[in-house]
């Protein structure tokens, strides 16, 4: 008899999960899976594939970094004592991460949040055309901000954070390095899958 406690349905029964949700939707749309954005030939291949696990583990680290500090500050807090540079830490953290793993969301899709609109109406060439200029516009804007970066690089005067201490010649390296690994993603995905697209080659994995 069941008292209202948990059923269970199967020991086979299948985890939720979003990433087979999603392809399952794409396949119902007729959405083509897209392979990462990998160089085809050694040993290049094999370099961005470690780049990319590299950026995997420095946001999964700063993920665990930030945690660990907003428990600190929370503490510090409640017991009314601690470290100034707590939250300035935790703050960097986030940022850090961000910029760290963007590139290889770039290069992972499903990775930052797109609005695949398109994809439903135009296919072949007008789609590569489409992807291709949505590429020049991600180099472009890293572009952009690798020469704003490179300019506080080459302008600093050795200031530091006020409450860590940091130098801000670090603080802000890691916004560069982040666009710097966008734009080369993005520079990958137009010679790798956009421009074979547009010539109406087969795209491959």
Same mark, same amino acid.
């Given at each position: ?95 850090? !991460?961000?910029? &760290?793993? $963007?590139?290889? +969301?770039? %290069? ?8 695949? *609109? =398109?994809? /439903?109406?135009?296919? !072949?060439?007008? &789609?590569? $055309?489409?992807? +291709?200029? %949505? ?8 572009? *952009? =901000?690798? /020469? ?22 670090? *603080? ?34």
């Amino acid at each position: 008899m069941n008292q209202g406690g948990p059923t269970n349905d199967g020991a086979n029964e299948e985890l939720y999960s979003p990433s087979a949700e999603l392809h399952a939707l794409e396949d119902e749309l007729d959405i083509p899976h897209e392979p990462p954005l990998l160089p085809r030939r050694e040993p290049l291949r094999s370099i961005f594939k470690g780049i990319a696990v590299v950026e995997q583990v420095l946001g999964a680290v700063l993920l665990f970094v930030l945690l660990g500090l907003t428990i600190a500050l929370v503490l510090q807090r409640y017991f009314k004592m601690g470290w100034p540079g707590t939250g300035e830490l935790a703050r960097f953290m986030m940022v850090w !991460g961000t910029f &760290l793993v $963007a590139g290889y +969301l770039v %290069a992972y899709p499903p990775g930052h949040i797109t609005i695949a *609109v =398109v994809d /439903y109406f135009i296919k !072949g060439r007008w &789609l590569g $055309a489409f992807k +291709l200029f %949505a590429d020049l516009v991600i180099l472009g804007a890293s572009l *952009v =901000v690798l /020469y704003g970066g490179y300019q506080l690089l080459a302008n600093d005067i050795g200031q530091t954070t006020p409450a860590a201490g940091l130098p801000l010649y670090w *603080v802000n390296m890691i916004p560069v390095i982040g666009f710097a690994l966008v734009a080369i993603r993005a520079l990958l995905g137009i010679i790798v899958r956009d421009v074979p697209a547009l010539l109406g080659r087969e795209v491959q994995g």
